[in-house]
C-alpha cells in the first residue's frame, strides 16, 4: 500500500514537470540510488506519449503558460479531492447527479469562458434550455395539450381545436389556470420533456428503455417545437444560448420537419430550410461576433431505402439552393435496432455513381454502440467508405484497427458527445470512455453535446468538462482545450474562406480569454477568500 502511494506520488511529480517547470527534486522516499538512466528512459516514454495527444504539440505563449498554471491547479485539487479525499468524481457519477458539482467547479467556470469554437453534433429539437420552451411556448396564445389513455401529455398549437376523444385538446392555461402552484405545473411540463430524473440507474435500467423515454420526450417537444413562429424563436434561442457559452459556430443535424402554423399551412422542407437560413443571417447580424450555422439535413434510419433515395436528391438540390447554410446528409434514430447503412447502400452510392458525380457530403451516426461484430459496429466501415466527412460518435470505432487507420489518415474527425454516450447508457464512467484513446493518440476529434437540452445540459461546456477531466488524463492540460476547440473549426463544414474568418474571429476571442483571465487572477489573488483562481500547487508536485 505505502510503496504504491509512494509510486503514485513519483508519477504525478515526472508527469508533471512540463507544466510546472520547477520540480526540482523527487519526492521523498523515491530510492536515490535508483539507476538515473532508468528514470531517463522512463521520462523519454512519457515525453514521447505526451507529444503525441491532441494537443501535445502545442506551444503555449507566456500569457497562456499562465493561464495554463491556474487551470491546472484546479484541476489538481479537483483531482485531489477525489484521489485521495474520497469526494465522488463527477466523470465516475451520471451527469444528473454530478451536474452540481460540475457548476461548482473552478475547472468548469474556466472553461466556460474559454472560446471553444463550434459545435459540430447537435439536433434540431434538442439543443435549446427546456425551461426557455415552458416559459415561451406553452405561454403562448393557441397553445393546447391534452392527455392520452396513458396520462401522456401532447402538444399542438390550434386556432380551435379538434374533437379527440383519445386525447381531449384543452388550452394550457386551463390547466395552468386550475392549479395552486405554477411553478409546480410549469416544472411538470418541464419534466415531461426532459430525461433528467433523480435515480437514473433505476429509471432507466437499460440502453432500450432510456432510447425509448429519449423519443417519447423529443415526440413531445416537437408538438411545441414544429408550430412555425415557435420553430424560428427556438432556433435563435438555440444560437443565443451557444453565443453565451462561448461558442461561435453550430451544425445542426435538422429533419426539416412539418412545421405548420394557425391556418394549417405545412412548410416544405426547403421552406423550413429557409427559416434556418433567414433566422441564421438574422442572429449574425445581431451579433457580428458570431460565425454562423449549418444544417445537415437528416432522416431515419428506419425508412425504406427508395425515400431514402429522395431525400437524398431534395438534399442536393438544396446543397445548391443553400451554399452557404446547407451542409449535407445523415441518418439518426437509436442505430442499433435501426437500418444498417449497408441497407441504404444503394440510395447512399447514388451521388457518386451518378454521372455527373452529384455533390452531397456525408456526416454520418456510425458506430454509437457497445456491440462489437453487429451491423452498428460495421456502419463505421461503411461510413468511411461513403467518404464521411465525419463520424458522429464513432464510439466503437478503437475497436476497429482498419478503420482507426483510415479514419486518422483521410482526417475524419470523430464528434465525441461524452454526456450522450453516458446517459444513453454506453458508458457509465466517462474514463473508460472509448475516445479516451483518441485523445491519446492525437486523432481528428471534435466534442460536442448532442442534445443537451434533454439532460439539463446547456452549450458546450459541460461535454468540454467531462471530456477534460474524465477522458483525458490528469497532465492533460490548456493545450488539449486549445487544440479541441480549433478543431472543431478546422474539422467543420466551413469552406476554406469561412474557416480562416471564422479562426480569425477565435483567435481574438483567445486573446481576450487569456488576457482576461490573468487579469482577475491578479485582481482577485491578493484576497484572503477561497478565490476561483488561487493556484493551489500540492506539495508533492511542487518538490
Ligand atoms: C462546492 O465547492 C465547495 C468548496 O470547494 C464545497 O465545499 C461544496 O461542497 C461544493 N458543493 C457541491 C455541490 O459540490
Ligand atoms: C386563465 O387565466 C387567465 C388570467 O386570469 C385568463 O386570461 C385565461 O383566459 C384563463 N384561461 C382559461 C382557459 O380559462
Ligand atoms: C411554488 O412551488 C415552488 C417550488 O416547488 C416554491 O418554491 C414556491 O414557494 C411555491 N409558491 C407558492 C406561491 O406556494
Ligand atoms: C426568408 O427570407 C427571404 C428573403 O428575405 C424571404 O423571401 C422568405 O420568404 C423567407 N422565408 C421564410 C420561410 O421566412
Ligand atoms: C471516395 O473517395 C475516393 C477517393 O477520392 C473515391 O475514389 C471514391 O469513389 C469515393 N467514394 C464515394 C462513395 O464517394
Ligand atoms: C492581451 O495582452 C497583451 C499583453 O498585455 C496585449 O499586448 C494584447 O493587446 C492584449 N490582447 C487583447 C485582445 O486584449
Ligand atoms: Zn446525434
Known amino acids: 500500500m505505502e510503496s504504491n502511494t509512494l509510486f503514485v506520488l513519483a508519477l504525478f511529480a515526472l508527469s508533471f514537470k512540463k507544466i510546472c517547470h520547477h520540480v526540482h527534486s523527487l519526492p521523498l522516499g523515491i530510492n536515490m540510488e535508483m539507476d538515473n538512466s ?61 451536474k452540481p458539482a460540475i457548476e461548482n467547479s473552478t475547472v468548469f467556470q474556466l472553461i466556460k ?99 425509448r423515454k429519449f423519443e417519447e420526450v423529443l415526440m413531445r417537444a416537437n408538438g411545441l417545437i414544429n408550430y412555425a413562429p415557435v420553430f424560428a424563436a427556438y432556433y435563435y434561442q438555440a444560437l443565443k444560448e451557444f453565443m453565451e457559452d462561448n461558442v461561435q459556430y453550430i451544425e445542426v443535424r435538422a429533419l426539416l420537419p412539418e412545421v405548420y402554423d394557425l391556418d394549417g399551412k405545412i412548410y416544405t422542407p426547403v421552406q423550413v430550410m429557409e427559416i434556418y437560413r433567414n433566422t441564421t443571417v438574422k442572429f449574425v447580424q445581431d451579433n457580428p461576433t458570431f460565425t454562423g450555422a449549418k444544417v445537415i439535413k437528416t432522416n431515419l434510419r428506419f425508412k425504406t431505402p427508395s425515400i431514402i433515395k429522395s431525400d437524398i436528391i431534395a438534399s442536393a438540390e438544396m446543397m445548391s439552393q443553400f451554399p452557404d447554410h446547407f451542409a449535407g446528409y445523415d441518418l439518426v434514430g437509436q442505430e ?48 468511411l467508405l461513403l467518404n464521411t466527412t465525419r463520424i458522429g460518435h464513432g464510439y466503437a470505432l478503437p475497436k476497429h484497427s482498419e478503420a482507426m487507420m483510415m479514419v486518422q489518415k483521410q482526417k475524419v474527425a470523430i464528434e465525441v458527445n461524452p454526456i450522450s454516450n453516458q446517459v444513453l447508457k454506453l458508458v457509465d464512467d466517462l474514463r473508460n470512455h472509448p475516445a479516451a484513446i483518441l485523445f491519446e493518440q492525437g486523432f481528428p476529434v471534435v466534442i460536442s453535446a448532442d442534445d443537451p437540452a434533454v439532460w439539463g445540459a446547456k452549450g ?22 486549445k487544440q479541441l476547440a480549433m478543431n472543431s473549426l478546422t474539422y467543420s463544414a466551413m469552406k476554406t474562406q469561412e474557416k480562416a474568418q471564422a479562426l480569425d474571429m477565435w483567435n481574438t476571442k483567445w486573446q481576450i480569454f487569456i488576457n482576461s483571465t490573468l487579469e482577475e487572477y491578479d485582481r482577485n489573488k491578493n484576497l484572503k477568500t477561497d478565490l476561483v483562481f488561487i493556484p493551489n500547487l500540492p506539495k508533492d508536485i511542487v518538490g
Not at 469562458?113 to 425551461?131: E, N, Q, V, W, Y
Not at 452531397?360 to 462489437?372: M, V
Open 38 to 98: 532508468y528514470l531517463q528512459d522512463r521520462q523519454k516514454i512519457i515525453d514521447k506519449e505526451y507529444l503525441t495527444r491532441i494537443g501535445g504539440n502545442l506551444v503555449l505563449t507566456h500569457a497562456e503558460d499562465k493561464v495554463n498554471q491556474i487551470l491546472m491547479a484546479a484541476k489538481d485539487r479537483e483531482i485531489k479531492d477525489s484521489f485521495y479525499n474520497g469526494v465522488p468524481f463527477p466523470p465516475n457519477l451520471h451527469f444528473f447527479e454530478a
Open 113 to 211: 469562458k474559454m472560446p471553444k469554437g463550434g459545435a459540430l453534433h447537435l439536433h434540431d429539437c434538442s439543443m435549446t434550455d427546456l425551461r426557455w420552451l415552458v416559459k415561451t411556448a406553452t405561454y403562448m396564445d393557441n397553445c393546447y395539450m391534452c392527455y392520452d389513455q396513458n396520462k401522456k401529455i401532447n402538444f399542438h398549437f390550434f386556432r380551435s381545436p379538434p374533437q379527440q376523444p383519445g386525447c381531449p385538446w384543452h388550452p394550457v392555461s386551463f390547466y395552468r389556470n386550475q392549479t395552486a402552484n405554477v411553478s409546480v405545473f410549469d416544472d411538470m411540463l418541464y419534466q415531461s420533456m426532459s430525461l433528467e430524473v433523480t435515480d437514473p440507474q433505476t429509471s432507466y435500467p437499460t440502453l432500450d428503455a432510456v432510447w
Open 336 to 383: 442499433d435496432p435501426g437500418k444498417p447503412l449497408l441497407y441504404y447502400i444503394d440510395a447512399l452510392l447514388y451521388p457518386s455513381s451518378h454521372q455527373p458525380p452529384i455533390y452531397l457530403p456525408y456526416f454520418f451516426h456510425a458506430g454509437e454502440t457497445d456491440w462489437e461484430g453487429t451491423s452498428t459496429d460495421y456502419n463505421l466501415i461503411d461510413a
Open 460 to 481: 458546450l461546456s459541460y461535454d468540454f468538462y467531462e471530456a477534460f477531466m474524465g477522458l483525458a488524463g490528469r497532465d492533460a492540460d490548456l493545450k488539449i482545450l
